[in-house]
């Protein structure tokens, strides 16, 4: 089976930092689209960033609320992907999951969350105010 592990979240100080970490088991976490998504309380989820392989190369995708201030990678050694987040703000705080569509997501599609099949169980992060 496919499975999706977050770890890395906590509470952190307005312009502070955390690198999230998504472990990935029962596949090849470097042939996949890998998404990391967000909900705050009260708010609806939101996609923050996706890795994707097309052909040789590697494409990242970021929501603008998180441009330049977040960055996704990965460690094909370790089979996790990485979102490690700096600068972060009150309006960061949420739970995080990572997701995997069981294949590759072009385009806009990254960003929908019903393409995606595999979940983790979430990681909090919470910015005080």
């Known amino acids: 089976q496919l499975q999706l592990v977050e770890s890395g979240g906590g509470l952190v100080q307005p312009g502070g930092s955390l690198r999230l970490s998504c472990a990935a088991s029962g596949f090849t976490l470097s042939r996949y689209t890998i998404g990391w998504f967000r909900q705050a309380p009260g708010k609806a989820r939101e996609a923050v960033s996706c890795?994707?392989?097309?052909?040789?190369?590697?494409?990242?995708y970021y929501a603008d609320s998180v441009k330049g201030r977040f960055t996704i990678s990965r460690d094909n050694a370790k089979n996790t992907v990485y979102l490690q987040m700096n600068s972060l703000k009150p309006g960061d705080t949420a739970v995080y999951y990572c997701?995997?569509?069981?294949?590759?997501?072009?385009?806009?599609?990254?960003?929908?969350?019903?393409?995606?099949?595999?979940w983790g169980q979430g990681t909090q992060v919470t910015v005080p105010s």
């Open positions: 890795i994707s392989i097309t052909g040789p190369s590697t494409t990242v």
């Open positions: 997701a995997s569509p069981g294949g590759v997501l072009f385009g806009s599609r990254w960003s929908e969350s019903s393409q995606y099949g595999t």
